[in-house]
């Protein structure tokens, strides 16, 4: 019988993790978590609520923990550091940037290490089996815009990271919290009330961040892949019109490879797996500033699919 995470009390939740460890299933992948921070363990209980718990004698893929550095600088300014298999491929960071630090260093362990797929730095949405791949760099309004699609109906496969299959060409999905940034996050909270946002958490490398819960529907269904149908490069621009212009072909197969974490690896197939992706997508690139009018945007591109 599946159990998710909010079947857990809060006390064993925070047992376990100060523990054995809770093994946490995100899409394909298993994460063990360990850490005794009250802020790792509030983020997870928030945003993670619906995702599945694995049993402790069960197979990770990473094994992970967040936790304060034993150090003298403790007591002077708290700090905490993230650990992959007991390494810190981080310098620590304040101790109240916890859960972004758990987030962070989660992406990294996807990006640097799952290489049985193809690995993109662009966003996920999927509607009515057909996904959009968004790649864009920080300060696009990517992340806006996945949170903005999510209230019209869109399902989320990732804010940050396109896993796809070699051979099938599938997308698999990784719905976790989306990541906001600075305006982005008053943006997101008077256009959709209805969002769970995590509490705000300032000064960070990215400036002030707060993290967006997954909707059920998007965690529930993470075992659906879909293939892509679109790639989509946004941009958000002040007082600009949404427009969506079509952008060739060649350029978005020079961007994706380009923005892939592991193309090189792939070689060959990952040449090929990507020509096939962009083959099988109509390419654009957008420009918008008004929310709304993005998703009526998307909504019309769905609907003439």
Not at 51 to 73: K, L, N, Q, W, Y
Not at 106 to 123: I, K, M, S
Not at 188 to 208: C, E, H, M, Q
Not at 275 to 280: H, L, M
Request: net charge neutral; proline share 7%; charged share 20%.
């Amino acid at each position: 019988m599946r159990v998710n995470l909010r079947d857990l009390p809060f006390d064993t939740l925070t047992d376990q993790l100060a523990g054995p460890g809770l093994r946490l299933r995100t899409g394909p992948l298993v994460v063990r978590i360990c850490s005794d921070l009250a802020g790792v363990a509030n983020g997870l209980a928030l945003h993670y609520s619906e995702h599945a718990i694995e049993p402790e004698s069960g197979f990770a893929d990473f094994h992970v923990s967040v936790a304060r550095p034993r150090t003298f600088r403790r007591w002077i300014q708290p700090q905490v550091a993230f650990r992959f298999d007991g390494r810190m491929p981080f310098h620590p960071l304040p101790a109240e940037q916890a859960f972004p630090v758990f987030e962070w260093g989660l992406n990294w362990c996807v990006a640097a290490h799952c290489h049985q797929y193809l690995t993109v730095h662009a966003a996920v949405m999927e509607r009515s089996g057909r996904a959009v791949i968004l790649p864009a760099p920080p300060g696009s309004g990517k992340s806006t815009l996945c949170a903005g699609l999510l209230s019209r109906g869109w399902r989320l496969f990732s804010d940050e990271l396109t896993l796809i299959e070699p051979g099938s060409r599938f997308i698999s999905s990784l719905a976790r919290p989306v990541g906001l940034k600075n305006r982005s996050i008053d943006v997101i909270r008077d256009f959709s009330p209805d969002a769970v946002l995590g509490p705000a958490v300032n000064d960070t490398i990215k400036g002030t961040v707060a993290h967006m819960k997954p909707p059920v529907d998007s965690v529930r269904r993470a075992d659906e892949p879909a293939r892509a149908r679109w790639i989509v490069f946004p941009r958000y621009e002040a007082d600009a019109a949404a427009t969506l212009n079509r952008f060739p072909k060649a350029s978005a197969f020079m961007q994706l490879a380009t923005n892939s974490f592991n193309y090189d690896l792939h070689g060959e197939r990952g040449f090929e797996l990507l020509a096939q992706v962009i083959d099988e997508c109509d390419c654009y690139e957008f420009t918008y500033s008004q929310l709304e009018d993005a998703c009526a945007v998307f909504e019309e591109l769905s609907r003439t699919a």
